[in-house]
């Protein structure tokens, strides 16, 4: 599996954006996709995660501003972000889990920065 993001940028605080990740490769095996952000001096934290069944889980911090959503004839995920805040600043990845046969495999994709301004 390989994933494609983009959509960063720089954006003022209360501003919107949405992130891509597009997967290629043996996609039928995708158990999950997740957005993952790692800023300046700290660890990668889960921000979003949409199953393959389309259930999804979100991060406290991002619960009701952020929307992960799909489109399965695209193999593209989306992130919404809005109401961004200044700590929403960081740079943004996308994660696929795959599983076959059993064996539990995760990919990444190149991240892409989001930066928020106060």
């Known amino acids: 599996v390989q994933l494609q993001a983009s959509g960063g940028g720089l954006v003022q605080a209360g501003g919107s954006l949405t992130l891509s990740c597009a997967a290629a490769?043996?996609?039928?095996?995708?158990?999950?996709i997740g957005w993952y952000r790692q800023a300046p001096g700290k660890q990668r934290e889960l921000v979003a995660v949409?199953?393959?069944?389309?259930?999804?889980n979100y991060a406290d911090s991002v619960k009701g501003r952020f929307t992960i959503s799909r489109d399965s004839a695209k193999n593209t995920v989306y992130l919404q972000l809005n109401s961004l805040k200044a700590e929403d600043t960081a740079v943004y990845y996308c994660?696929?889990?795959?599983?076959?046969?059993?064996?539990?495999?995760?990919?990444w994709g190149q991240g892409t920065q989001v930066t928020v301004s106060s």
């Open positions: 994660n696929a889990r795959s599983s076959v046969h059993g064996v539990v495999r995760d990919r």
């Open positions: 490769g043996s996609t039928f095996a995708i158990t999950s």
């Open positions: 949409i199953s393959s069944g389309g259930s999804t």
